[in-house]
C-alpha cells in the first residue's frame, strides 16, 4: 500500500480565506487512483470519513493529494479541490 497525504485548509469568513488546518496520511489501496478525477473522488470519500470520525465542523475546506518523500517534501501533486462539510443529522 502506498501513502498519500491530504494537506487540508479551513476557510474562515472573517479573513476570507483558506488558513492551514490538518495533514492527512491516507493509506491508498490497489490499484490507485490513475487520472485526477478519481483522486478529487478518493479524496472526497476520505475527507467525509476523516471528518466524521473527529466531528470537524461544517463548512469549506480546501484539500491537495500529494505524495511525500520521507522527509515531508512534496514529490507529486495527484489533485486538489474544494470540498464542503456538512455534519448530517437524524430525522
Given at each position: ?47 467525509s ?8 465542523q ?34
Amino acid at each position: 500500500m502506498e501513502t498519500v497525504w491530504l494537506d487540508v485548509q479551513m476557510w474562515t469568513g472573517l479573513r476570507g480565506n483558506f488558513h492551514p488546518f490538518k495533514d492527512v496520511a491516507c493509506e491508498v489501496g490497489d490499484p490507485a487512483p490513475s487520472i485526477a478525477g478519481e483522486w478529487q473522488q478518493w479524496a472526497d470519500s476520505y475527507l467525509s470519513a476523516v471528518a466524521q470520525q473527529e466531528a470537524w465542523q461544517p463548512g469549506r475546506y480546501a484539500y491537495s493529494a500529494e505524495r511525500r518523500d520521507d522527509d515531508g517534501h512534496i514529490l507529486e501533486v495527484l489533485t486538489r479541490g474544494q470540498w464542503e462539510w456538512t455534519t448530517r443529522r437524524p430525522v
